[in-house]
């Protein structure tokens, strides 16, 4: 159902595609507001311009960034691969108090401080519950977590990468996907994962490694505690290869738009009229 709602999300920016207006404007980072909006209005952006292309299902927040009432930037927050990333680091970590961000996009021509602004705004209006915040920067898309980086997350090393589902367009999944369609679908239950491959069109292919950072919240004492419990794997942070000319900010935008201007708020409405059923939730949809 993510790539349903994916696709229809995508039709509608393409519609309104030559009303936006993303370009940089020359008003100052400092007066950018950054708010929670709902994951409607977040999708179009995600599907569209995030190299992912994808929403994903266990969004739980999104926050988008706004320079004169014009939507820029969002950033989302979600479960991510699942508790076992949180309780591998912190053992007694209860549910409520971890999350993952998941999905992050700002306009191309934007200042390079855009997107930490972003981070740090979203990052402080999270639910004071969350004490955990988790994020990869992938390695097969060039990044290393620059961002991260100028945001003051700890960095903990890179994964040891594995499969990944793409299909004929090039975008990819987790391979967990299989999983939550057999769970959504009982009369697929008894599929191997070859068939189930081949009636979504999926082929698997390697994942490259993602770096892994980690974002501490709560009180200091609580903060302290946590803290310990990663002490002995954090690690310097890892740098740019400017041979290769990676470089996160051009990575995570993928499309320079020029448009007539126009506030984001005519567009917004159109979302929040449209009576399709769109949730965000896993937990939500787990029923399905």
């Known amino acids: 159902m993510t790539a349903t ?10 519609l309104a595609i030559n009303l936006l207006d993303l370009a940089y404007d020359g008003t100052p980072i400092s007066s950018m507001v950054v708010k929670e909006i709902d994951c409607k209005i977040a999708r179009p952006y995600i599907a569209s311009f995030h190299y992912s292309h994808t929403m994903p299902d266990s969004t739980l927040f999104s926050y988008g960034a706004f320079m004169n009432d014009k939507l820029c930037g969002v950033a989302c927050f979600g479960m991510g691969c699942g508790k076992n990333q949180y309780t591998a680091l912190f053992p007694n970590i209860k549910n409520g108090e971890y999350a993952e961000l998941t999905r992050l996009w700002c306009a191309n021509d934007y200042p390079r401080n855009t997107e930490s602004r972003l981070i740090s705004q979203a990052l402080k209006q999270l639910p ?20 991260y980086q100028a945001t ?15 299909n004929q367009d090039g975008i990819k999944k987790h391979s967990r996907l299989l999983g939550i369609y057999r769970m959504r679908h009982p009369e697929l239950k008894d599929y191997t994962n070859q068939e189930l491959m081949d009636l979504l069109g999926y082929k698997t292919t390697e994942a490259g490694k993602k770096y ?10 609580e903060r302290k505690e946590l803290y310990r419990q990663i002490e002995d794997k954090i690690l310097p942070y890892p740098k740019i290869d400017k041979k290769k000319g990676i470089d996160d900010r051009s990575m995570l935008n993928q499309t320079a738009i020029n448009r007539q201007q126009v506030t984001i708020f005519d567009f917004q409405m159109e979302q929040v009229e ?13 029923g399905e």
């Open 5 to 14: 709602f994916d696709n229809e999300a995508r039709v509608k920016m393409s």
């Open 128 to 147: 004071k519950e969350i004490k955990v915040v988790i994020s990869f920067a992938d390695e097969s898309e060039g990044h290393c977590g620059i961002i």
């Open 152 to 166: 003051n997350w700890y960095y903990l090393g890179k994964n040891e990468g594995g499969t990944q589902l793409v």
């Open 212 to 221: 892994r950072y980690v974002y501490l919240r709560g009180s200091k004492r």
């Open 274 to 286: 449209d009576d399709s059923d769109d949730f965000c939730s896993y937990g939500e949809r787990e």
